[in-house]
């Protein structure tokens, strides 16, 4: 007998019939969690220091660079180089973990942890000297609940039943069958009563889940500082034996972590030099041009397969068992190509007006001996016109703008950067902690003010960039931003040019505290006026609640 599919939908319903109560929270608000034992007989040494420490250290192989040794590089990759055996570690409970990097001073730090506790037994170091953009990796952990309390098949439930999800904004209903992908999106909200009768045997795809959990804002927004470049994630449910996506690559590095159930993977090379660390993902590919997978795995819960840019990839659900997945993803467009895209034009009109050879006329009769239509020609004239444009081009460098095109692309980033989900501490030393509040039409409980004893910092490692566009100084920041990726402008704001040092003291002075009446300010009256301005813009927060 044929057996029938069900849909994403109506697998809730066997997976989690027990659901808690209705929430009368939305979920888009920091809840207060309790934190729960730890799991599977996790060592009372600090999870973070005991993670550190692998079983064993991955074998190094050096990449080549010509495309033809890269293949072959590729195809020796042997199954202990590719998988990384961390069944002896026990994961300690998610919420746990962040409570213990919550304490954690610097948030670089915290960053850096919490991505060693994702790749973990891997080493941070060795994984972006010899793993980072170059071949696929995969850890097997043989335990389920590594990863527990980051998402679940319940949550993904709760969203569904409770929050405002719009199809193709949200949610992606998908299926890849006969070869042929298929996006299934209704018009509209989602309405969860009349979602399961028209999508059997398909995938959902939920889309900027940090909107709606509050734990995986907690982690992309931690994650960002790592890679220095927006930290994203996609979550995907598939139900046994379908899937919902054709073979592709994409434009960014992924990290597919497995939470529920299991998921069979096919990882392929990229076909040519030309799709190596692609600018854009791919379209879908049929089986039959991909070639052979490199890799051909089934990752289980408490699993995780990395793979760069430009690795072909498809996912299949076998018949005994369904998914649930998060892929992480970052460095999209972060290549030293995307900041010269900035570099050259800029650096180009500068050395136009500025010197004269950039200025000077063409020959006369460069059309007769230059173009397509005379690139077979020997003609000297064709030499000393490459050799003048080289000329040039090597001078071009000389007026190149890079500090910055880098203050471009940090304002790229900053818009696309979660804001920080703030430590208990953070927020009850941050303007979100103050006790001041508007009663009967006056302020009340305003509560102690800055001095130039109080001692600042500001809140994350990165949430703050000063930057200049030729006639003003801007500070541009996180802490305003959305959960919901650029539904706020990019948030900043003019500083004064007698500001300037003090913020960039206060930048630099990061993870320290540091006193008011330390700021390089001309006055009293600017150092307090500056401090209070950064706090109201949840920039800075104090050493001790006010």
Request: charged fraction near 25%; glycine fraction near 6%; include cysteine.
């Amino acid at each position: 007998m044929e057996k029938k599919h069900m849909s994403a939908f109506e697998l809730y319903k066997t997976l989690s019939p027990d659901l808690p109560p209705t929430a009368t929270k939305s979920p888009l608000q920091v809840a207060n969690k309790k934190k729960r034992k730890k799991e599977n007989g996790a060592s009372k040494v600090s999870p973070i220091k005991a993670q550190i420490k692998p079983e064993r250290k991955p074998e190094r192989k050096k990449m080549r660079k010509k495309s033809a040794q890269r293949e072959e590089s590729l195809k020796e990759i042997t199954e202990d180089e590719e998988c990384v055996n961390g069944h002896g570690d026990a994961g300690e409970a998610l919420d746990a973990l962040l409570a213990d990097l919550a304490k954690v001073n610097n948030s670089r730090e915290r960053a850096s942890k919490l991505f060693q506790w994702l790749i973990n037994p891997i080493p941070v170091k060795s994984f972006f000297r010899e793993t980072w953009e170059k071949k696929p990796i995969l850890v097997q952990r043989k335990n389920p609940d590594y990863y527990k309390g980051l998402f679940s098949t319940a949550e993904f439930d709760r969203i569904l039943r409770q929050d405002e999800v719009q199809y193709g904004v949200n949610l992606d209903v998908t299926s890849y069958t006969n070869g042929k992908r298929g996006t299934h999106n209704p018009p509209g909200e989602l309405c969860p009563s009349l979602c399961g009768t028209s999508m059997s045997g398909c995938s959902l795809r939920l889309l900027n889940p940090q909107a709606f959990s509050s734990t995986v804002w907690n982690v992309l927004s931690t994650l960002q500082e790592q890679f220095g470049s927006m930290a994203g994630a996609n979550i995907y449910l598939t139900p046994p034996g379908t899937q919902g996506f054709a073979p592709h690559y994409d434009d960014i590095e992924a990290f597919v972590v497995q939470l529920e159930g299991k998921k069979h993977w096919r990882v392929y090379s990229p076909r040519s030099e030309d799709e190596v660390l692609p600018v854009l993902s791919s379209t879908n590919f049929n089986q039959a041009n991909i070639g052979k997978p490199i890799l051909e795995v089934v990752l289980e819960a408490g699993d995780l397969l990395y793979f760069p840019r430009g690795f072909i990839h498809q996912g299949n659900c076998l018949p005994d068992a369904h998914s649930l997945h998060i892929t992480v993803s970052s460095f999209q467009k972060n290549s030293w190509g995307d900041l010269l895209h900035k570099v050259v034009p800029a650096a180009l009109e500068i050395a136009m007006e500025e010197d004269v050879e950039f200025r000077q006329g063409l020959p006369l009769d460069y059309l007769t001996y230059m173009g397509v239509q005379n690139s077979d020609k020997e003609d000297p004239r064709r030499t000393k016109f490459f050799s003048r444009v080289e000329h040039l081009m090597k001078k071009l460098t000389t007026y190149a703008p890079v500090d910055a095109a880098v203050d471009q692309k940090a304002r790229v980033f900053l818009h696309d950067c979660l804001p920080p989900m703030l430590t208990p501490e953070e927020l009850a030393t941050s303007v979100l902690g103050a006790s001041a509040r508007w009663e009967h039409g006056q302020v009340m409980d305003v509560g102690a003010k800055i001095t130039a004893k109080t001692r600042v910092r500001v809140l994350r490692g990165g949430c703050a960039r000063l930057c200049s566009d030729g006639e003003a100084v801007h500070l541009y920041y996180t802490t305003e931003n959305s959960r919901v990726y650029h539904k706020e402008q990019l948030k900043s704001f003019e500083i004064k040019v007698e500001h300037t040092d003090a913020i960039e003291f206060l930048i630099h002075s990061y993870p320290k505290f540091v006193t008011v009446g330390s700021f390089p300010c001309d006055s009293a009256e600017d150092r307090i006026t500056l401090a209070e301005l950064l706090f109201e813009r949840g920039i800075i927060h104090t050493a001790d609640a006010l």
